[in-house]
């Protein structure tokens, strides 16, 4: 892992910036489960890989079906709240489809118990499961199956969010404007090199000033570190295209990939190609701002700031 204590440069003082970029619910998993299956051959971590182009593309046959109601009365701000905001029963209909289709495809046996206990739950336990994915306090025996529970709540925000208008969810200091989660990543687009952070589970993206730490917004003393060249060389990927931004002040890191570098990203699943950068920060004593819910086991982060 190499480290750079020099920011990248970017633009400042721009104006009219979008500051949230909504998503298509049926074109986001689909480009899931494509860059997913691009990254597995070859990957250390081919088989979880392709576990999970399956479960994203059980996330778009799901979009596909599935268009959740958007509540009649909606928030000034943070419209699709997800702590606080009532489910549909859309989202279980949503779990329904992405059960259905994994029990009939090849998962590894961790994974087959936990779709079949998931089977079995009535409602209310589902609920509560639910309700524990989104405060991000899943541990133990819940994990597998609330990796899940996770896949089904993103296909139910995502399709909240996909049917909002951006002046619906104005600018919030700290997380998701339309769901106030967690971001996963940031993105560094190709053209005007803006940078935005990607919802955790709604798939909206909002904007954030380059060069600017995402947890505390300190502007100072932060640090560049990317995969050294063997290290990316064994995952097969360009060791540029993605820095784990960590700043002094808080302790904290988010990674952040380069579009330019890589057209094809995909943030969930280029971030899960990736994890051998977050086990080096932990190792140096940084902690993750941010979450993949799919990789909620073992993630060193910060308490949710919302």
């Known amino acids: 892992m190499t480290a750079d204590p020099q920011s990248p440069s970017g633009p400042g003082g ?19 489960a494509e860059r997913f299956a691009a990254l597995a051959p070859g990957h250390t971590l ?51 489809v992405v059960l259905d289709a994994l029990s009939a495809a090849e998962v590894p ?10 089977a079995e739950l009535p409602p209310p336990e589902l609920e509560a499961l639910a309700d524990r994915v989104l ?18 709540l993103q296909v139910h925000f ?17 997380g998701c404007p339309a769901c106030g989660s967690l971001p996963v990543v940031g ?34 003393g932060l640090t560049y570190y990317q995969l050294g060249a063997e290290q990316a060389a064994a995952a097969k990927l360009p060791a540029a295209y ?12 988010t990674k952040l990939f380069y579009v330019e570098q890589a057209p094809a990203l995909e943030p969930f699943a280029d971030d899960v190609a990736t994890l051998a950068l977050d086990l080096l920060m932990a190792e140096e004593g940084w902690a993750r701002h941010g979450v993949n819910l799919f990789l909620m086991a073992g ?3 910060l308490p949710d700031r919302r």
Do not use: M
């Open 14 to 32: 721009l104006t009219d910036i979008p500051h949230l970029r909504l998503p298509d619910a049926q074109a986001l998993f689909r480009r899931r």
């Open 46 to 96: 081919s088989e979880y890989l392709e576990l999970l182009g399956r479960v994203a593309e059980a996330q778009r046959v799901a979009a596909a079906t599935l268009t959740p109601a958007l509540p009649r009365a909606l928030a000034p701000e943070r419209p699709l709240d997800a702590t606080n905001l009532r489910r549909g029963p859309e989202w279980l209909a949503a779990l329904k």
């Open 109 to 118: 046996g961790e994974s087959r118990a936990a779709l079949a206990l998931l």
């Open 135 to 152: 405060a991000n306090a899943v541990a133990g025996a819940d994990l597998a199956a609330g990796a899940f529970v996770a896949a089904a």
């Open 158 to 174: 995502t399709g909240l969010a996909a049917q909002l208008t951006p002046d619906a969810a104005p600018r919030t200091r700290d």
């Open 187 to 220: 993105i560094v687009l190709g053209d005007d090199k803006l940078r935005y952070l990607v919802c955790s589970l709604c798939g909206a993206q909002w904007h954030h000033t380059r060069v600017q730490c995402t947890a505390c917004h300190e502007g100072k």
């Open 242 to 253: 993605v820095k784990a931004e960590a700043c002094a002040a808080c302790k904290a890191y």
């Open 299 to 301: 993630e060193e982060r």
